[in-house]
């Protein structure tokens, strides 16, 4: 009789953690873009389908902003020129971009200057949840922080996470990630974002 809350308290713990593990992977992600370390983003994240996703998610986004103001006024020839080559170069900046080495430069964590990737200068950061308190700048104030800004998150079955977290610098934006179970670890395999 003892053996059994035992048992059930393993239990919980086990599924617990695991819930949190792919959160976890989400964060290893973001201190890896921040690092610049493309070793853990290689192997964090499947290349092929996120750039695949991206483009899927940015080009219908884009043109349906573009035409969705009634009041403005019929586009101009400039205007329907860039919407038509707005799709390639999207393509275009997307497979050049979406790479472990650029990734960072891209979201904005790190700049390139004379060809090597630098921490970026100026970027300011909002403050985080913890900021003022003695847990400030600690994994658990970065997880608290990431946690505010998470919107959804849906177990669509034990090997497939979607979340959608709201961007720090601009909260009408949010990022919709698809994480994975692959190979006994959590990966990021798609992503869409929304409110460009």
Request: charged share 20%; hydrophobic share 45%; net charge positive.
């Amino acid at each position: 009789m003892q053996r059994l809350p035992r048992i059930i308290i393993i239990s919980l713990v086990v599924v617990l953690a695991y819930m949190a593990w792919p959160f976890v992977t989400a964060l290893q992600i973001r201190d890896a873009m921040i690092r610049g370390d493309t070793i853990t983003l290689n192997r964090k994240i499947e290349w092929e389908s996120l750039r695949s996703s991206l483009k899927a998610s940015i080009s219908p986004d884009t043109a349906a902003r573009l035409a969705a103001d009634p009041e403005a006024p019929p586009p101009s020839l400039w205007q329907r020129v860039k919407v038509a080559v707005g799709a390639s170069v999207t393509n275009t900046v997307i497979e050049r971009y979406v790479t472990p080495e650029r990734l960072p430069v891209l979201v904005g964590y790190r700049r390139m200057w004379r060809g090597t990737v630098q921490p970026a200068i100026g970027v300011e950061e909002p403050p985080t949840a913890l900021a003022n308190t003695m847990l400030g700048g600690t994994a658990l104030d970065r997880f608290v922080s990431f946690w505010k800004r998470l919107r959804s998150a849906i177990f669509h079955s034990p090997t497939y996470l979607e979340i959608e977290v709201a961007d720090k610098y601009t909260p009408a934006r949010s990022y919709r990630a698809t994480l994975e179970f692959v190979g006994w670890e959590w990966r990021l395999t798609r992503m869409a974002i929304s409110g460009l």
